[in-house]
């Protein structure tokens, strides 16, 4: 600039020997006050720079408007799946005063996680709509803000259901209800257990398009699901919770368990398109292995330099390994470090089809289900389970060599694992069925209506009808001391002449216990009974696998044909029988079987028909042994009976009426359409007494799990004198062996009948029931010519009071044939009419010491089976149909 002064003039000039000095080094303390001396020129602002204007109101903030515009730039990237806007890493530096974003969500996640409150912790949903699906559904799950809004909503689902639905339906009153599953997660850490049970049908009404998902690709989204689920635990139980489970080296995890799954497929409909999808299957558990360890995520250790590589996760059976070390970069060799390598539990089940779901003319398949975690040992061989898991594929090196083609083998993976029998078990049971179990228990009538309800498509035979109630509901079982204890299941034996529904009450019974194993004495070996060793394809090592009797241990074996058993085979079963435990020592393995069972068999006499002319032994071929085992020992024998044969053929052409195809058909139309049935139709009626089977199956359940009788000391006299009267007697004849071990049956059957009345004791009618199973069960066995003479003598222990009218109906029935055989004798008309003297009936009463004769004409037992009383000439007419 002409003709201005330099105001750096005033300043002298460096020389250059200076220079020389700052080049080899400057002296900061020398001319340090020149540093602070005053610039005029630049100590003050150009006025025309500033803007000191104020802000109007009104006026948008241009730094609030450049956020917001941020901000819905990043939305509209969120909604297109780009990445977010921004700087690159190389641009973000150390000292940055702003946070970055991964440090800001990190410490509002921590603040987050003091507050317990569920209606407190809400996630904050993102601007996108995942339910349009772009590509594949596995690609599309496997994005990161997918994973993530999936995550969010289930986690809110945990916390909210069934209140805040975002579909808009309201839960029934409005009001707010408990949450459900905040509820189950309580529970389910307080009994410090991992599986969360989940209702499909909830999942489904508050994420339908999720719940789809589910299905199609479960392997991700139960991976979510679990992950979500264990952030809520984490916020709702304190640090010391998780520390207890690090403690024994494990990591806590969630797992949730998908119940009540729509749609289910057998074993033999699954196919290609049922790959890595969720299906449920039925069937029967025919083989278990053993608890092995499989590797989950796997860490290796590089032997040249001692590197720690990994962890790599294990998601199928084919061994993952790295290629080189990423620290010396040698190829190997690499060692598995254990210390570090995280297991889990694993076992394999043998899945058959059921029997009964297996089509005409062909062979039941299997399939192999793997079980993980928590599932492990949920099932045992003989159990019928439902699985709910993943259809996946495997490489099988032996198929690919048999087959000479790519072949894959499949499994399923599962997830949730029920049993049969878990419907009527105990924990099953809610609070209605509880209540409806003890309001029947308050019925004076309720044994002889569980009775009635045993079979109730089989008419007759009540003493064998008693005689299984007794066995479903079992007596107490008693340890006196550790290496002896007595048993409380009970044992019966049908024996008598074909066509009398023998089989029909073993099958009866295989439907309707809680356990239940049936085999046949001609298809069943001592192995198949008891126990066979067999080798583990795994480990190659010797294992036992159990028979009929070790599967129904706490259940009821049925032995169909138990005379066609061999004498080898059938001396097998006598330690089950009593003992209840089964002694192996084969191959090497020296152990002890439980076999708690109750045993029931059927039988048929030599010949075909039981003679009553012959001895007990000399109409079935069973030692003494054998007999002695069992407490009730049922002779049944077809008797020509025209009153008895009459109502019998009446009840059977009955059943076959309402049990028509299209009568049921019509039947549930008129219901639809609300109509009555017509006159005709509604007499053919069940009786009210019956039980429906459902309800009996969870009175036996409840009556079992929390009935425990005690017998007290006055009854045991009366039981005392009863087994001395029958081994007097039974040294006389050559009926049934009585033994100690029938001294024990009365006890046990005395308790079961205080059971089946929910008593905590055993009361005078419950011993009442008991010795008169153990009196009738005696004198069956004998001869014809004996048991007239017997059941004179052992009249006070057969007729009980409520059995009064019973007993003077079987006097009637006497008498009427004997009225039928003096006509044909006399070669009178035999009519539709026969007259008997009611002075007859009465006389046979005053044997039996029963005086009250005439309640029975009012009772409708009396009018039921076509008899009629006259009052004025003392006559009973008897009308035949």
């Not at 635990?233 to 729509?262: C, I, N, T």
Request: hydrophobic share 35%.
């Amino acid at each position: 600039m002409d003709g201005e002064a330099n105001p750096l003039d005033q300043y002298e000039a460096v020389d250059n020997e200076v220079m020389e000095e700052e080049e080899e080094g400057e002296d900061l303390m020398e001319n340090m006050e020149r540093d602070y001396q005053p610039q005029p020129h630049l100590d003050h602002y150009d006025m025309d720079g500033i803007d000191d204007e104020e802000v109007e109101d009104g006026v948008e903030d241009p730094i609030a408007a450049r956020q917001a515009a941020e901000e819905e730039l990043n939305r509209r990237d969120a909604r297109q799946m780009r990445p977010r806007r921004t700087l690159p890493d190389f641009m973000m530096a150390d000292d940055d005063d702003d946070p970055r974003r991964e440090d800001f969500n990190r410490r509002r996640k921590r603040r987050q996680s003091f507050d317990i409150a569920p209606s407190e912790t809400h996630d904050v949903p993102l601007d996108l709509d995942i339910e349009e699906v772009k590509g594949r559904l596995t690609e599309w799950i496997a994005q990161e803000q997918v994973a993530a809004e999936i995550k969010r909503r289930f986690r809110h689902f945990l916390r909210n259901y069934p209140n805040d639905n975002p579909n808009g339906q309201q839960p029934p009153g409005g009001a707010r209800q408990p949450e459900i599953y905040m509820e189950r997660i309580r529970a389910m850490c307080k009994d410090n257990k991992r599986s969360l049970e989940l209702e499909y049908s909830h999942w489904a009404e508050f994420q339908p398009t999720l719940s789809i998902w589910v299905a199609d690709a479960p392997r991700q989204m139960l991976e979510y699901m679990d992950e979500a689920a264990t952030e809520v635990v984490e916020k709702v139980f304190s640090e010391q919770f998780f520390d207890m489970w690090r403690a024994y080296g494990e990591e806590y995890r969630v797992h949730v368990r998908l119940v009540g799954l729509p749609i289910s497929d057998s074993l033999r409909d699954l196919r290609n398109y049922h790959l890595n999808c969720l299906v449920r299957v039925a069937g029967v558990v025919t083989r278990r292995t053993g608890v092995f360890p499989q590797l989950r995520l796997i860490k290796y250790d590089c032997v040249k330099c001692g590197y720690v590589m990994g962890p790599f996760a294990m998601h199928t059976e084919t061994e993952v390994k790295p290629n080189a070390c990423p620290n010396c970069q040698s190829k190997g060799p690499f060692t598995i470090n254990s210390s570090e390598t995280v297991y889990r539990d694993y076992q394999k089940l043998t899945l058959q089809e059921s029997p009964g779901s297996v089509p005409a003319g062909r062979l039941p398949r299997h399939k192999e289900v793997i079980l993980t975690h928590d599932l492990i040992d949920c099932a045992r061989p003989g159990e019928e389970i439902e699985v709910t898991g993943m259809y996946v594929y495997g490489y099988d090196a032996s198929l690919n060599v048999k087959n000479s083609f790519p072949v894959f083998s499949t499994h399923i993976e599962a997830n949730f694992v029920s049993k049969r029998e878990d419907i009527y078990s105990m924990h099953a049971l809610t609070d209605d069925d509880k209540a409806r179990v003890l309001e029947l228990s308050r019925d004076p009538r309720i044994g002889q209506r569980i009775i009635k309800s045993i079979a109730p498509s089989i008419y007759g035979h009540e003493y064998i009808k008693t005689a299984l109630a007794l066995s479903l509901m079992g007596g107490v079982e008693k340890s006196p001391s550790p290496a002896y204890r007595l048993r409380g299941d009970i044992n019966v034996l049908l024996l008598g002449d074909p066509g009398v529904a023998k089989s029909q009450f073993l099958k009866y019974l295989e439907k309707t216990a809680p356990r239940a194993v049936y085999t046949t004495g001609k298809g069943a070996s001592a192995v198949g009974l008891t126990a066979a060793v067999q080798r583990d394809p795994i480990t190659k090592e010797w294992t036992l696998e159990g028979g009929a009797l070790v599967l129904a241990d706490k259940g009821v074996c049925l032995i169909d044909e138990f005379d066609k058993m061999n004498d080898q085979d059938r001396v097998s079963i006598h330690e089950a029988m009593e003992q209840q435990s089964i002694s192996i020592s084969k191959a090497g393995i020296v152990t002890q079987l439980q076999a708690r069972c109750a045993v029931i068999a059927a039988a048929n006499p030599v010949g075909g028909r039981y003679d009553p002319s012959r001895t007990l032994a000399e109409n079935v071929e069973l030692s003494d042994p054998i007999l002695s085992r069992f407490d009730v020992l049922a002779v049944v024998r077809d008797i020509v009976d025209p009153v008895n044969d009459e109502k019998l053929a009446s009840f059977v052409v009955d059943n076959h009426m309402k049990s028509h195809p299209t009568k049921i058909a019509r039947d549930q139309e008129a219901r639809e359409a609300g109509l009555q049935q017509p006159e005709e139709e509604a007499a053919i009626h069940t009786d009210p007494d019956i039980l429906p089977q459902d309800l009996l199956r969870k009175y036996v359940t409840y009556a079992k799990q929390n009935c425990r009788p005690t017998l007290q000391e006055a009854d045991y006299d009366r039981i005392l004198r009863l087994y001395a009267a029958l081994r007097q007697e039974a040294a006389l004849t050559h009926g049934m062996p009585v033994a100690v071990r029938h001294l024990e049956s009365v006890v046990r059957m005395s308790e079961a009948s205080a059971r089946m009345h929910l008593r905590d004791y055993v009361a005078d009618s419950d011993i009442n029931v008991a010795i008169k199973m153990m009196v009738h069960s005696f004198i069956g066995s004998q001869k014809f010519t004996v048991q007239q003479t017997l059941e004179r003598k052992f009249s006070r222990y057969l007729t009980l009071p409520q059995d009064y009218h019973s007993l003077l109906m079987s006097l009637l029935r006497q008498a009427l044939k004997a009225a039928q055989r003096e006509q044909a004798l006399a070669g009178e008309w035999q009519g539709a009419h026969v007259k008997i003297l009611g002075r007859i009936l009465e006389e046979k009463a005053r044997e039996l010491e029963i005086s009250d004769v005439a309640s029975l004409y009012s009772s409708s037992m009396f009018q039921s089976s076509g008899f009629a009383y006259d009052s004025t000439a003392n006559v009973i007419t008897y009308t035949s149909t």
